[in-house]
């Protein structure tokens, strides 16, 4: 049976408000921590100054 969409919403904000999985600010500023990937980060600031 494939979830309905309202399921699948509700199943992410219930990981996110639990801890379970990052916001999609918390992602970003965890890949800026990474040694590699934190030039990916900060080319993405400049792109996108305000998220």
């Known amino acids: ?3 309905s ?4 919403h509700a199943r992410r904000y219930r ?3 639990a801890g379970a999985v990052l916001s999609w ?3 970003w500023d ?3 921590m990474d040694p590699t990937l934190g030039r ?3 080319k ?3 792109i996108y ?3």
Do not use: C, K, N
């Open 1 to 3: 049976m494939i979830p």
């Open 5 to 8: 969409r309202a399921d699948s």
């Open 15 to 17: 990981d996110y408000t």
């Open 25 to 27: 600010t918390a992602w």
């Open 30 to 32: 965890h890949v800026a």
């Open 40 to 42: 990916v980060a900060e």
């Open 44 to 46: 993405r600031r400049t």
């Open 49 to 51: 100054p305000t998220g």
